[in-house]
């Protein structure tokens, strides 16, 4: 009998010493592989997964130790990138901590909400039709995170939520004085700095022409809010404005109708939304492309058309 259980023991001796030996030797794979362990997965789900992905070889192993170290009461869904070769436990073990990957979508600064949306449809890792309603300039650009097979909407969700934080902060840290009523006459002015200038260090100084005309009552003769009454933001316009274009009646045209125009015309970055909340302190009235990629800026119209005429003259 002793003889009997010694002979047992070494039995289950050994099958554990193969156990250990399956679950912790490399995989027989090269290349890294992605899981994507859907919501509501069991092991055998994710077992199965795995095993399709040429992961693991041993699934039925895999839900064996699953059930006794607990790993089925852990499950996160989400899609998972396992590097080549790893072992049965290291890839248990991956799933365990919940170490997702997460993929990213960077919607730029400067575009229309059309634009964004087009771009946010495009993304092939994202499901369903976007239903939610948004309005111009209430997207915040931003690089944003999701799990292959999220939806389209949570990423307009979470580019809206973080706009309406972020203008609700801007607002409320603003300078004193400025010729704004509401944190939405910020948001319009900011698009209009984003769509003047892509440089950070003169957004300040941009912001404070427009401030400085708005003061005065002058009107706030921009092209970008033109472009926006000829495209509606649907699309680039592709030519130069003609003096018509500048004649045309909309309440976008800043060169017929004095004040800021009636809403955003993109979707501003934190830079410019900063910019229009906080701009420099100056006496300008005027700026013109430089023809460097920057602007010359003016407190006088014999200046300006000085560097009005300097810009057509690095022009040719």
């Not at 010493?17 to 092991?43: C, M, Q, W």
């Not at 018509?244 to 004040?259: A, E, Q, S, V, W």
Request: aromatic share 8%; proline share 4%; hydrophobic share 40%.
């Amino acid at each position: 009998m002793k003889k009997i259980l010694f002979l047992c023991f070494l039995l289950i001796i050994g099958v554990m010493f193969i156990l250990f030996d399956l679950a912790t030797k490399s995989g027989n794979y090269e290349t890294e592989r992605e899981v994507l362990i859907p919501r509501g997965a069991n092991l055998m789900t994710v077992a199965n997964k795995l095993k399709e992905a040429g992961i693991i070889q041993y699934p039925q192993l895999f839900r064996f130790i699953g059930r006794f170290n607990g790993l089925d009461k852990k499950l996160k869904a989400g899609e998972y990138v396992f590097a080549p070769n790893m072992s049965l436990v290291e890839v248990m073990q991956k799933i365990a901590d919940g170490d997702i990957f997460y993929r990213r979508i960077t919607l730029p600064e400067g575009l229309t909400t059309i634009q964004i949306l087009e771009l946010i449809m495009s993304e092939p890792l994202l499901s369903d039709e976007i239903t939610v309603e948004v309005k111009e300039g209430e997207l915040l650009p931003e690089t944003y995170s999701f799990v292959r097979g999220d939806s389209r909407n949570s990423i307009v969700l979470q580019a809206k939520k973080a706009m309406q934080n972020t203008l609700d902060e801007v607002w409320s840290t603003r300078e004193d004085e400025l010729p704004l009523k509401r944190k939405e006459d910020l948001l319009v002015l900011a698009s209009i700095v984003e769509k003047e200038t892509g440089i950070s260090e003169e957004r300040g100084l941009v912001a404070s022409v427009f401030v400085n005309r708005l003061k005065k009552g002058m009107k706030l003769q921009t092209d970008p809010t033109v472009i926006y009454a000829l495209t509606q933001g649907k699309q680039e316009l592709g030519r130069l404005l003609t003096r018509k274009d500048l004649k045309i009646d909309n309440p976008f045209n800043t060169y017929k109708y004095y004040g800021l125009p009636p809403a955003p015309i993109c979707n501003p970055g934190r830079e410019s939304l900063e910019a229009a909340a906080h701009p420099e302190k100056s006496d300008f009235i005027y700026f013109v492309a430089s023809g460097d990629g920057g602007h010359n800026f003016a407190t006088n119209l014999n200046e300006h058309n000085n560097n009005v005429r300097k810009w057509k003259k690095n022009k040719k």
